[in-house]
């Protein structure tokens, strides 16, 4: 059942931050359903960070477009 939810929590997030971000807030409090905390930040961070990619991916011509703001916000 534990497999169940954080798949389900995983590919909802995923959706999530294709669309407005905010994906974490369906992964971290199901990795700490059974993982301690620390780890589920890590590991919620590193398990969307594809998607994030892919989803700057499909928006680089919006990005394109703003690109001077995206260069100064990359080190932030």
């Known amino acids: 059942l534990a497999w169940v939810v954080l798949c389900a929590s995983a590919f909802f997030a995923g959706v999530m ?3 407005a971000g905010g ?3 369906l992964t971290f409090p199901a990795l700490t359903a059974v ?3 620390a780890f589920a930040n890590a590991t919620s961070t590193v398990a969307l960070l594809p998607g994030s990619i892919a989803g ?3 928006y680089r ?3 394109w477009e703003c690109r001077r ?3 100064r916000m990359l080190l932030p």
């Open 69 to 71: 703001f995206v260069v």
């Open 61 to 63: 011509k919006e990005v």
């Open 35 to 37: 993982i301690s905390p």
């Open 56 to 58: 700057a991916f499909g």
């Open 23 to 25: 994906g974490t807030l």
């Open 17 to 19: 931050n294709s669309v």
